[in-house]
């Protein structure tokens, strides 16, 4: 049985303020494998107190310095590798298909973030003013549980190559990855109070972050109502925010695609991550004139789908994180089947010889933009096919969301398939592929978010520019 009952403040290991205990669970079974105290809001007070601290010398260190920790920070993560697999793969039922990229991103990430570093342009002639780009100050970094790691050495990447210093608060539902990635950090050997982690409940811990007038910067990715009542909490004292929320994204499956190829790609857009994906291409649009065709292949492709043991490397759908999660995913399947949706794969209940949070892979056809689970993240692996009659109708369904984080075009003629890219709101439009860059930036349009991560953009939002004009200058 894991017990964690320490946070990190100030560069050590301390036992937090706050006695709530929080049960882990390995989602795979549904059994308590272990125990951690959760901080609370006296414990995020001394983390942002220790941050504020660090700040004033750690602002006003140059790149040199900061490449040189930053790749020391990867490299001790790297050396955890094996212990973040079994976490990630425990913690949360990552497919072991899918673990070793949620390993390697966190370690990429800081690497990425040194490279960034070394060609941005804190120093910019405008006119004839001179343009200093300034660090925000202390920087809240929320993050969910279904890329813990790879979250908080992200958003911590982007922190410390702006000079920021950092109070995160990840999901209490990894606590595991969270203590692996603390250790980690810490025999980075980085100077105390420039990351400072507090792992303890949303609604606590995260409030008393966003709510607290010593945070400067707010970067959270979760859901979109989180999201929310976090820019209202930050309002008060005028934080800068970025979130990077939920999606609803299409596939926007063209009449002349090579299905052999596109359908493939098509559920796997949906299914990564077990359906726990923020950018889950979860509604597929098909031309009528295939219609029959897509879903022959596509109830194929989901029936082949492997969900079960996350240990086995067939696995590509684990279990869901936790019971609610299960349960919520239960509930959107009865909503479809309720609201006229035609089930062609999978349903309630779990799949052949599994217990604890496992769903079946699901496929809808005959499902109406409309529909409930056409609308609404699901978070999950269901697959609903919408039927479109021309490409102006594919269009006009893709964007018909409240959401636009991500979405896919699928065609043999790229050339069309740009065309229809270029009409699709959403933060990234892929074409033909899965693939992913960290220097081009990312977030989303409309309720997916605001602001963006990664590559300068990302950069860009832990700084302020600073304007210098007149004698001297
Ligand atoms: P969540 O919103 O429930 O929680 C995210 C984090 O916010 C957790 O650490 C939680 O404790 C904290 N939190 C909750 N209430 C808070 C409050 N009032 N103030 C401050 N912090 C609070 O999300 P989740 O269930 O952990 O993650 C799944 C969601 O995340 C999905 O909606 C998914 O689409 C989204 N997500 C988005 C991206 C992206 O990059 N756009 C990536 C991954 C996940």
Not at 69 to 80: G, S, Y
Not at 374 to 390: C, H, K, N
Not at 401 to 414: E, K
Request: charged content about 25%; hydrophobic content about 45%; glycine content about 10%.
């Amino acid at each position: 049985m894991l017990s964690i009952d320490t946070i990190y403040i100030d560069g050590r290991f301390v036992t937090p303020h706050g006695t709530e205990p929080f049960d882990l669970h390995d989602p795979a079974t549904g059994a308590v494998t272990g125990r951690v105290r959760l901080a609370d809001e006296e414990d995020a007070r001394a983390a942002i107190a220790a941050a504020k601290r660090a700040f004033p010398t750690f602002s006003r260190t140059g790149k040199a310095e900061r490449i040189v920790l930053l790749h020391r920070m990867a490299d001790a993560v790297a050396e955890r590798r094996g212990d973040l697999l079994d976490a990630v793969i425990d913690e949360y039922g990552a497919p072991v298909s899918r673990a070793a990229f949620m390993v390697d991103y966190p370690v990429n990430v800081l690497h990425e973030a040194a490279e960034l570093l070394a060609d941005y342009p804190f120093l910019r002639r405008m006119g004839t003013a001179e343009v200093s780009m300034e660090p925000l100050g202390v920087a809240g970094l929320i993050t969910p549980w279904n890329s813990n790691a790879g979250f908080i050495c992200g958003k911590l990447a982007t922190a410390i190559a702006a000079g920021c210093t950092a109070v995160i608060k990840p999901s209490e539902m990894s606590a595991r990855q969270t203590q692996i990635v603390t250790e980690a950090l810490h025999a980075a050997g980085l100077p105390p109070g420039l990351f400072n982690i507090v792992t303890g409940r949303g609604d606590r811990v995260g409030a008393a972050i966003t709510g607290h007038p010593d945070i400067a910067k707010i970067s959270f990715t979760g859901s979109t109502a989180t999201g929310k009542a976090i820019l209202r909490a930050a309002a008060d004292t005028l934080k800068r925010v970025t979130l990077e929320l939920g999606g609803k994204s299409p596939t926007i499956l063209l009449d002349d695609a090579d299905l052999s190829r596109a359908i493939p790609l098509a559920v796997s857009a949906a299914f990564m991550n077990s359906g726990q994906a923020c950018i889950a291409g979860t509604r597929l649009l098909a031309p009528r004139s295939r219609l029959a065709e897509i879903e022959a292949l596509a109830k194929a492709a989901v029936e082949a789908v492997c969900a079960g043991d996350p240990r086995d490397p067939a696995t590509t759908v684990g279990p869901m994180v936790s019971r609610t999660q299960w349960e919520r995913v239960q509930r959107y399947i009865r909503i479809g089947v309720e609201e006229g949706a035609v089930l062609l794969a999978g349903g309630e209940g779990r799949p052949e010889g599994t217990e604890g949070w496992f769903v079946r892979p699901t496929l809808f056809t005959a499902v109406r933009n409309d529909m409930t689970i056409a609308r609404e993240e699901i978070f999950g692996p269901v697959l609903s096919i919408i039927p479109y009659e021309d490409e102006e109708e594919a269009v006009a369904i893709a964007n018909d969301t409240i959401y636009g984080l991500q979405a896919y075009v699928l065609s043999a003629d790229t050339a069309r398939a740009r065309r229809v890219a270029d009409r699709i709101v959403a933060g990234r439009v892929l074409i033909n592929s899965l693939a992913h860059d960290p220097k081009a930036p990312f977030g989303g349009f409309k309720q997916s978010g605001i602001g963006r991560e990664y590559g300068s953009f990302g950069l860009d939002a832990f700084l302020e520019p600073k304007t210098l004009l007149g004698e001297g200058v």
